[in-house]
């Protein structure tokens, strides 16, 4: 059974809602702060960007990792499968 969504919409539409949400509050926050606003904002900016940079990085290599696992066959998986075989 096929899904509506494929993986790659799915992350679009997450990325596209997370995009407008942080749009509307930068213009209609959800408290007010008169002075200081852009100085209470920063920290947080920058833990999100940590936050997405560590995220982007660990899957860069995750994938890196796999295709590495690929290339040699290094999985425990054919391993087995291997043994099986030749019982």
Same mark, same amino acid.
């Given at each position: 059974? +096929?899904?509506?969504?494929?993986?790659?919409?799915?992350?679009? %539409?997450? #990325?596209?809602?997370?995009? #407008?949400?942080?749009?509307?509050?930068?213009?209609?926050?959800?408290? =007010?702060?008169?002075?200081?606003?852009?100085?209470?904002?920063?920290? *947080?900016?920058?833990?999100?960007?940590?936050?997405?940079?560590? *995220?982007?990085?660990?899957?860069?290599?995750?994938?890196?990792?796999?295709?590495?696992? /690929? +290339?040699?066959?290094? *999985?425990?998986? /054919?391993? %087995?499968? =291997?043994?099986?075989? =030749?019982?």
């Amino acid at each position: 059974m +096929e899904l509506w969504l494929t993986n790659r919409s799915r992350l679009a %539409i997450l #990325i596209a809602a997370c995009a #407008i949400l942080s749009s509307v509050e930068a213009v209609v926050p959800l408290f =007010q702060y008169r002075r200081g606003r852009l100085r209470r904002a920063i920290p *947080n900016l920058i833990l999100a960007v940590g936050v997405v940079l560590t *995220n982007v990085t660990f899957a860069s290599m995750m994938a890196s990792l796999s295709a590495f696992v /690929d +290339e040699k066959a290094l *999985n425990s998986l /054919d391993k %087995i499968s =291997q043994c099986v075989t =030749q019982v």
